[in-house]
């Protein structure tokens, strides 16, 4: 969320802002929010005036009463002056009220305004505007087939997605086997490599009030993505970054204690509404998985920092594995409203021969922490608001696409890469059953 202050002083700035994200709907809602701002800032100057004014006729009353004592004639004139205080306090309820209304219309609008993007985004409407920046490690198309990543599973004796329908629909697996022991390998593999990285591990609530669903997301992402528990004022988290933001609502943290950085394990549940839809063969695109998240709370001056760190960490670890990836500048269209910069990192499918999405790192500048209210209190005493990051560690099952169809063997077997095997209980291959 923005500054009402910058709004009011770059109108034409933040026009432009929405016009780079394609959002030219929301163009008129910049000089509506500056009327409104207007009409609060004089509702607030005039109740304030009235304030001073009623402290000042009451001191009056006080000494005219005094007076009386002596001259009945000041009677009356404090009687009059405490019909003006009384009409005072009229308006003074009138414009109260009037100040709530205003700020709520203000704030509503001020939710729907995107943040101020980096320089650095690339411009463009959708994500088929996103650049290639680089890539990491070979990327091979082997000489004989790859199966699709359910059979491949299925060789395994380690996937059910039809029982799974008949319990629960579409969007939802059982995992069972050796499937289901490395889908927790990866993510304790990615717990202890965070942890390396001087990463705080961290397992938060999987529930958060609505109030932190409106700190940390737009109302686009929360419509297309938020499961509400039904009589509650409950959600269930998409990703762990939400409970994790969350954890600093109203807070202030002593800048001596930042960088916070942690790392995060939760289950995420996702509505996955929209034109793309939930998967009915595979587990790339479901309504639960779990996740190990990587989040930075950081002063404004070191958050491009730490941007390039993050990436760089799921670059190191998707490596590790054996798995080539590349990084994407997001463009502009493809930033959610809350979002300063964005990259994703995508990791190659030897079977599709292209390149998909495994980790996606995210600078929002100050906007949960406005949205929230966490501030840092400087060593000079002076309140500022922090800035937020996350990035994706790794979110099997769909890492598990990427790790089968690139360790996959001719023969159906899957090799173990090194760093994995103490997790998988000194294996070096998962053999097919099937």
Known sequence: MLDIKFVRENP?????????????????????VIELDGKLRSAITEANELRASRNALSKKIGALMGQAKKDPSKLAEAEDVKAQVKAQADR???LEALEGELEEKVRAIMLRLPQMIDPSVPIGPDDSCNVEVQRFGEPVVPDFPISYHTEIMESFGGIDLDAARRVAGNGFYYLLGDIARLHEAVLAYARDFMIGKGFTYVIPPFMIHGAVVEGVMSFAEMDGMMYKIEGEDLYLIGTSEHS???????????????????????????????????????VYRIHQFEKQEMIVLCRPEDSMEWSEKLWRYSVELFRSLDIPVRQLDCCSGDLADLKVKSCDIEAWSPRQQKYFEVCSCSNLGDAQARRLKIRVRGSDGK?????????????????????????????GSVDIPEVLRPYMGGKAKLVPTR
Not at 393 to 409: D, G, K, T
């Open 12 to 32: 034409e700035a933040v026009r432009e802002n929405i016009r780079k994200k394609f959002q030219d709907g929301k163009l008129p809602l910049v000089d509506e």
């Open 244 to 282: 994790m933001i969350g954890r600093f609502i109203d807070q202030i943290v002593p800048e001596s204690e930042l960088p916070l950085t942690l790392t995060s394990y939760s289950p995420c549940f996702r509505k996955e509404k929209g034109a793309h839809g939930i998967e009915e063969r595979g």
């Open 92 to 94: 003074l309820a009138e």
């Open 383 to 411: 309140l500022y608001l922090a800035h937020t990051l996350n990035n994706t560690c790794v979110a099997p099952p769909r890492m598990l696409i990427a790790f089968l169809e690139n360790n996959l063997n001719e023969d």
